[in-house]
């Protein structure tokens, strides 16, 4: 097994309350502490693992943030971090830019209205103050439209607003119906979600400005643009997800934790590639139509999250993909 890549929730608290959060699941869930989490950060890089994705929760209010990144940086892994960016200040934006952080920024729409309605009044300000000092400090960012019912159709002024405030390229990626999500009823049907990848697509096409398309591998099959890219890999053994307590997770939207990192990272490891989810989940037994796909090797069948909390299995096919409905 080779594992590249790290997606760690550093905390399960969050400044917030947005009505699409799938992570308010970890808010009571007690973080590793510092001596445990640069034990964790000297396994994992002597293991190989080259990337740590931090997320969360707010990274940003974990006080040992920059211990944690100073630690990523010293073992030779890159880093990135997904934040709200509303309680950054000069010291932390200062400090991300001397590390060379790569920031994803959540902006869930192209309006103040939209975006407060899903993370809350007066935090629009709040969120372009922050923007003003990734800028300031020099800190490339890009950010990120998590997909939902309020927001959908104005994913091209969204792609638009992207590049007028100098974010190097535009993310989104569908809301699954899980924590709060779940219960505002907020996730994007198959068609709204198709919609507002035809509308990156367009405004993508227009400016000539890179797109990305994140747990959606279907979409590969609604595109046709050199400037929009399709992430997932997560039926691989390259990604993992780890939740603040050092859980390993099947996924991080769903609620099974397989093992612990404080057993050690390759104990953790092979305890979970011997768990038969996970096996199933990297072994899938494809049918029609991902059995004659162009997209098989790749995609896998598709977010298998989304099959379980949709169709009640984790195997394929994604019931988002724009195929399957030609042959049910």
Do not use: Q
């Amino acid at each position: 097994m080779a594992v590249e890549m790290i997606i760690w929730l550093v905390t399960g608290k969050c400044n917030l309350n947005c009505i699409h959060c799938y992570a308010s699941r970890f808010r009571g869930l007690e973080a590793m502490s510092l001596d445990d989490a640069l034990r964790f950060i000297e396994e994992i890089s002597d293991y190989g693992v080259e990337h740590v994705a931090l997320t969360g929760g707010e990274p940003l209010l974990r006080r040992d943030l920059k211990e944690i990144i100073k630690a990523i940086g010293d073992h030779g892994m890159s880093c990135n971090m997904s934040t709200n960016l509303t309680c950054l200040n000069r010291e932390l934006a200062e400090f991300l830019g001397r590390y060379d952080v790569y920031l994803y920024v959540s902006l869930d729409g192209s309006r103040p209205e939209t975006y407060e309605r899903i993370r809350g009044h007066g935090n629009w300000g709040r969120f372009m103050r922050g923007i003003k000092l990734l800028k300031e400090y020099g800190v490339s960012f890009s950010t990120v439209m998590a997909v939902c019912k309020y927001n959908y159709m104005e994913t091209k002024d969204y792609v638009r607003l992207a590049e007028k405030i100098g974010a190097e390229s535009s993310c989104i990626i569908p809301v699954l119906p899980v924590g709060r999500a779940k219960e505002n009823d907020v996730a994007p049907s198959r068609e709204e979600t198709i919609r507002s990848v035809k509308l990156l697509e367009e405004a993508c096409n227009e400016l000539g400005y890179n797109g990305l398309i994140w747990c959606y591998m279907p979409a590969e099959l609604l595109i046709d643009s050199p400037y929009i890219y399709v992430t997932g890999g997560c039926r691989t053994d390259k990604v993992i997800d780890v939740d603040p307590a050092g859980n390993l997770l099947l996924c991080d939207t769903l609620d099974y934790r397989i093992a612990n990192v404080r057993d050690g990272f390759t104990n953790a490891l092979r305890e979970y590639y011997s768990d038969e989810l996970v096996k199933r989940v990297m072994n899938p037994r494809l049918p029609e139509p991902c059995r004659s796909c162009r997209l098989r090797d790749i995609c896998m069948g598709g977010c298998y999250a989304r099959s379980l909390l949709f169709k009640g299995t984790l195997d394929p096919p994604d019931p988002y993909c724009p195929l399957v409905s030609k042959v049910e």
